[in-house]
């Protein structure tokens, strides 16, 4: 499997901020894992057309179940596909909290962005106060086999691991919660999936990675990648994440 180290820039950036994404396909001309950077809506079109062919995806960070229609102010999976995404976050934890997507819901997003060719990055995670009562593993697993469709395959799907409270906060989940969690998420993609499927299909870890932090976090077993929030929002920060990621397929 290729390892892919994914950014979400969230609702940050305007088209002046593109010179930072020039200067991330400049410094990796021949990525040695993939390289994925999920922007508003707005700029995808003009990044894909400023990037030409250069290996860095582009994907959206939510779209509608519906492939067209009555819905004001969302976006279907087929337009980021136009506007030339190749994926699209679903279900972060942000979505959840501030849009009150239930996995259900996530599900149904995930089969529009399988049909309209997208790899569907699906986000679980643990709240602080579920973590603090021991129920992180029940969580993760409920929020798998529902936000999960039938649809999904090793090459269409990647989950991200997000805890809430690692989310934009500096605090990590140590090595071993992090390798319980992705292991767990392992066996039910197993479960789910079939064995193929399952070993195939890219886990990331998101949650406060920094190029401080990187290279310890991709040497735990089961983590395929990272979803970075804000350190992907510059090149000075997002490329030594990158560089970590391909030291550890190709250790020096
Ligand atoms: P962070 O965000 O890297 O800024 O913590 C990660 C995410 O929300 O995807």
Redesign the pocket.
């Known amino acids: 499997m290729r390892k892919l180290a ?1 950014g ?1 820039w ?1 609702m940050n950036g305007t088209s002046a901020t593109l010179a930072e994404l020039e200067a991330l396909s400049r410094a990796h001309p021949d990525p040695g894992v993939d390289v994925l950077v999920c922007l508003p809506a707005t700029l995808i079109h003009p990044a894909r057309t400023l990037l030409d062919n250069a290996p860095v995806a582009l994907g959206g960070q939510d779209c509608h179940a519906a492939a067209s229609g009555a819905h004001t102010g969302d976006i279907a999976a087929a337009q980021l596909a136009d506007a030339g995404a190749s994926a699209v ?1 679903l279900g ?3 979505r959840r909290e501030d849009h009150g997507e239930t996995s259900d819901r996530v599900r149904q997003k995930a089969i529009a962005a399988h049909q309209a060719g997208l790899i569907a990055v699906i ?1 679980l995670g643990e709240t602080l106060a579920q973590r603090e009562a021991g129920e992180t593993l029940a969580i993760i697993g409920a929020q798998l086999s529902a936000s999960l469709p039938d649809t999904c395959t090793a090459a269409n799907t990647v989950v ?1 691991y ?1 805890p809430v409270w ?5 605090k990590i989940p140590t090595k071993a919660q992090i390798a319980d969690v992705h292991s767990f998420v392992r066996e039910g993609l197993i479960a789910e999936l079939g064995a193929q499927e399952a070993a195939g299909l890219r886990l990331l870890y ?5 190029p401080a932090n990187a290279a310890e976090i991709f040497g735990i077993e089961n983590v395929d990648g ?7 929002l510059t090149a000075a920060e997002f490329s030594p994440i990158i560089r970590a990621l391909e030291a550890s397929v190709h250790p020096a």
């Open positions: 994914a979400n969230k976050i972060h934890s942000e986000c991200a997000e690692a989310i934009g906060t500096g998101g949650g406060s990675v920094k990272a979803l970075v929030g804000g350190a992907s």
